[in-house]
């Protein structure tokens, strides 16, 4: 019992260790996963959901409880629903109940583009980050939020954006956990005996060559650098095998923070590099490792005085004007592509352009992570000696 009880103790004290700025940081986070999340609804069309032909269907229990013909009207309200939550999670009114909205509307229609196509899944944006944040009382409506500056109104106490209580970074934390066994078991598939990537040494050469046909006919950006990856062994044997290593070590990040940052840059590098070059990219990703970028610290940065550009809204026409957004965002969104164009650019910042401006931020983040790591592991050594 004492072993268990000194287990849960570590536990609990590395998911509630305070974490610089995380009030504000995850506050500034609700704010860029609600707009990430609306950019990538704003490319998803859930009539299209609407008479799926059964043969075609995967299983997924979620879908198996409804009736098997749902009307279109039925995917258009649901993604409306999840729309005008959306808005309403980015100005922060009502975020407890807005995050149960986004999650139950998102899981309920990531189950049916899931029974389209499982590879395509994103279950980190759709379910696990609103999730753990509902599960932790919704602390990131804490901060930058119409809801915190109802309460200040209210005589209750100011929570400033510089508070490091490890309460606020739970979530965060249980995500990396999720994300360190997710990479961590798909190591461990690929090196099984039975796995496709050690067995067949060409996996990514071959891999590639077929994504350049799919993309071909699909009209996408080719993969101009496949038809010499193919050819050349040292190459794609290289990229299987960083690939795998990159995975089964994941799991470091969850003991040093230099150590996640670390990781994290090089993966940000990695699917940039994937997505404008290879053609190959996870771009829901983008938005789970922005859970640990101190956001407050680069706010403060760009703009160093307190943000309070709602001060002086009169509290009825704030709420009224957050409501009427959210259901005028809701309404419209499937009436044309008009606001879906908007949040997109009309199309022209999509999964693969989105990656242009991040390669050169996350190439210097890498740098700066890296260099301290050299300086983390001269100062261990130098204490070991």
Same mark, same amino acid.
């Given at each position: ?10 536990? #609990? ?197 077929? #994504? ?53 840059? +090089? ?26 970028? #101190? ?81 983390? +592991? ?8």
């Amino acid at each position: 019992m004492n072993a268990v009880r000194k287990l849960a103790t570590i536990v #609990d004290e590395w998911f509630t260790a305070p974490e610089a700025n995380a009030a504000g940081r995850i506050g500034l986070f609700r704010i860029l996963y609600s707009a990430f999340y609306l950019w990538h609804t704003s490319f998803q069309f859930a009539a299209s959901m609407a008479g799926f032909p059964a043969s075609h269907q995967r299983r997924v229990f979620l879908v198996a409880l409804l009736p098997a013909n749902l009307p279109t009207g039925f995917f258009m309200l649901l993604e409306s629903v999840l729309v005008a939550a959306l808005v309403l999670l980015v100005v922060g009114f009502r975020v407890r109940l807005v995050t149960a909205a986004v999650l139950i509307a998102g899981s309920l229609l990531e189950a049916f583009y899931t029974r389209a196509d499982p590879e395509y899944a994103t279950l980190f944006v759709v379910f696990y980050i609103p999730l753990f944040m509902l599960l932790c009382n919704a602390r990131w409506g804490a901060t930058y939020s119409v809801d915190a500056l109802l309460l200040r109104r209210a005589g209750k106490a100011r929570i400033e954006p510089s508070n490091s209580s490890g309460a606020f970074f739970i979530p965060a934390r249980a995500v990396l956990v999720m994300l360190s066994l997710l990479f961590l078991s798909a190591a461990s598939l690929k090196m099984a005996s039975g796995g496709t990537w050690l067995n067949q040494p060409r996996f990514i050469a071959d891999l590639m060559l077929a #994504d350049n046909v799919k993309a071909s006919i699909d009209g996408t950006p080719l993969n101009a650098l496949a038809p010499l990856i193919s050819e050349s062994p040292v190459v794609y044997r290289w990229l299987l095998y960083q690939t795998i290593v990159f995975e089964a070590l994941f799991f470091l990040t969850l003991f040093n923070r230099g150590v996640r940052n670390l990781f994290i840059a +090089v993966a940000l590098v990695f699917h940039a590099v994937g997505a404008i070059w290879l053609s190959v990219t996870f771009t829901p990703i983008l938005v789970v490792y922005g859970l640990y970028v #101190d956001w407050q610290k680069l706010r403060e940065r760009i703009w160093p005085n307190p943000v309070n550009v709602l001060a002086a809204v009169p509290t009825g026409v704030l709420v009224a004007t957050a409501i009427c957004a959210a259901v005028g965002a809701g309404a419209l969104w499937n009436h044309g592509n008009g606001l879906r164009s908007i949040i997109n650019m009309n199309g022209w910042l999509n999964w693969h352009t989105v990656w242009y401006p991040v390669l050169p931020i996350v190439s210097v983040w890498l740098i700066l992570t890296g260099k301290d790591a050299v300086r983390w +592991v001269g100062a261990e050594k130098r204490i070991a000696s």
